[in-house]
């Protein structure tokens, strides 16, 4: 191999988990000249759950960043989907089998921990540098060979412009580099609103010393889902079972009038509430631990699928390529082996020519593509399950969940079917772009 690859510049734009996961794959396979821009001060620490699928362990342990996130994450064993109005159960699937199948448990976590987790081991690494604070604007693609953006620090620094062999856009759903790369193509892809919006609640153990119920819940290794006619509420225990986690997803009623790029914004706690009114006094009383000030709201956008995600020697990564609803938990873990499967795709260069690196670039775009698109569009089609109201569909959904308590079946919340989890956890991205790569570079 030629080691001038290793030597190629390559930015990447934002430092989101699909960012950092570029940042470090890259690192890992000997690039030398990464650099990384990141408008927040920090990594931003989101305070909220996030599940850890097998898919996404398996990259993150390959990359030697999976411990740190290990020790602080909780296994689950268990799922229970349950009536939001009444609490009964509709099914209960074991999920111990996953680690036996898939070599990893299904594991849920802190966002914080998932992130430092990446980022400590992207400290680790010094051919990585982080630009804090720095917003990438000016996003220019005209000279193919020379991608360029303009990086304007935040504290009033001077402006410069930076131009990389290699720009990775892991710019988010709100993405630059999408605008532009759908631009030169002359393509329009807007942001598609799903009329969807999600509470994010952690609600801490002090908090709740004297519910017996809550404490078992966060003592627990069981994901909980409630739902009802057009909202549910996925619950979980992070952080050493110290916090109790709730994501909610109910119709985009506070935002619609918005036409704005505001995707995430304070709550009101009674509307919150009134969401949910009708929903048992357990996810009453959960919802009424959330401080006044406190509630979260985000609104969730996906967009329709790209025609490409790549432009010469430009790539897009994570959501700002294939943006998600999180009804299969898994929008983080794409991001993430978009990262992993880069890396490989780009180490593997013959050559540091604009051609190949815009081949090595489209290997990637094919081994990841059709996989991320499938998993949104299925995304998609659990959340509409579980959201049906009275009628024939949610009859046969129901049927559905009845037949699987009485033995076996298909389960209509796809995050627990094990046909899906074979899908989605089986699928060894590193692997596949390690043995693909050859012959589908050669076919380009
Ligand atoms: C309610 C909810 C629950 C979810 N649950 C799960 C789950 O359980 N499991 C899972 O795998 N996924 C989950 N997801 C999805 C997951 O959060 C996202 O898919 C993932 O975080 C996307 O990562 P990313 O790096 O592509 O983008 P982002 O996390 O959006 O990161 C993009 C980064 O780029 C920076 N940036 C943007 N523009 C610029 C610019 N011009 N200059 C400099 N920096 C810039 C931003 O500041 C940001 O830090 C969930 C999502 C939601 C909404």
Same mark, same amino acid.
């Given at each position: ?316 990564? =994570?959501? +700002? ?7 299969? &938990?898994? $929008?983080? #873990?794409?991001?993430?082996?978009? /990262? %992993? ?28 593509? =059709?996989? +991320? ?7 998609? &089609?659990? $959340?509409? #399950?579980?959201?049906?109201?009275? /009628? %024939? ?39 596949? &772009? ?11």
């Amino acid at each position: 191999m030629s080691a001038a690859v290793k030597d190629l510049k390559i930015a990447i734009i934002g430092a989101g988990m699909g960012g950092l996961t570029s940042a470090l794959a890259l690192a890992r396979q000997g690039f030398k000249n990464i650099d990384v821009y990141e408008y927040a001060v920090d990594l931003g620490f989101v305070g909220a759950g996030i599940q850890l699928a097998p898919n996404m362990a398996r990259v993150l342990d390959g990359l030697d960043a999976w411990k740190e996130i290990e020790a602080e994450a909780v296994h689950i064993d268990d799922t229970s989907v349950r009536v939001g109005a009444d609490d009964s159960e509709l099914a209960h699937v074991k999920l111990e089998y996953i680690k036996g199948e898939y070599g990893y448990p299904h594991m849920v976590g802190h966002r914080h921990s998932l992130a430092s987790g990446l980022y400590n081991g992207c400290k680790k690494e010094s051919a990585i540098k982080f630009h804090f604070s720095t917003g990438a604007e000016d996003v220019d693609l005209s000279d193919a060979t020379k991608p360029s953006f303009k990086a304007v620090p935040r504290d009033g620094g001077e402006p410069y412009v930076v131009r990389p062999d290699i720009l990775l856009g892991a710019d988010g759903i709100k993405s630059k580099t999408r605008v532009e790369l759908l631009e030169r193509l002359g393509v329009q892809v807007g942001v598609k609103d799903t009329n969807q919006a999600a509470y994010r609640i952690m609600i801490h153990k002090d908090q709740c010393k004297d519910d017996p119920e809550l404490l078992a819940l966060i003592s627990g290794n069981r994901v909980t889902r409630w739902i009802g006619e057009k909202r549910h509420i996925i619950a979980y225990p992070v952080s050493n079972n110290t916090i109790y986690n709730l994501s909610t997803t109910q119709p985009d009623t506070n935002f619609a009038a918005a036409t704005n790029a505001t995707y995430t914004t304070k709550g009101s706690k009674p509307a919150m509430l009134g969401v949910f009114a009708d929903f048992c006094p357990m996810v009453q009383r959960m919802l009424n631990y959330v401080p006044d000030g406190e509630v979260c709201e985000w609104k969730l956008r996906v967009h329709e699928p790209l025609p490409t995600w790549v432009y010469h020697s430009v790539a897009l990564v =994570g959501d +700002a390529c294939h943006p998600t609803l999180p009804h299969l &938990a898994q $929008g983080a #873990a794409q991001a993430i082996e978009d /990262g %992993a499967v880069l890396a490989i795709a780009l180490a593997r260069l013959p050559d540091t020519t604009p051609e190949s690196i815009n081949k090595g670039l489209r290997v990637y775009e094919k081994i990841r593509k =059709g996989r +991320a698109e499938a998993l949104v569009e299925l995304a998609a &089609a659990s $959340g509409r #399950a579980l959201h049906l109201g009275e /009628g %024939a569909a949610k009859e046969e959904r129901d049927r559905q969940f009845a037949a699987l308590k009485a033995g076996k079946g298909p389960v209509p919340d796809k995050w627990a079917d094990a046909d899906v989890q074979r899908e989605i956890y089986g699928f060894d991205c590193t692997k596949v &772009a390690e043995e693909s790569f050859d012959e589908l570079f050669a076919q380009l």
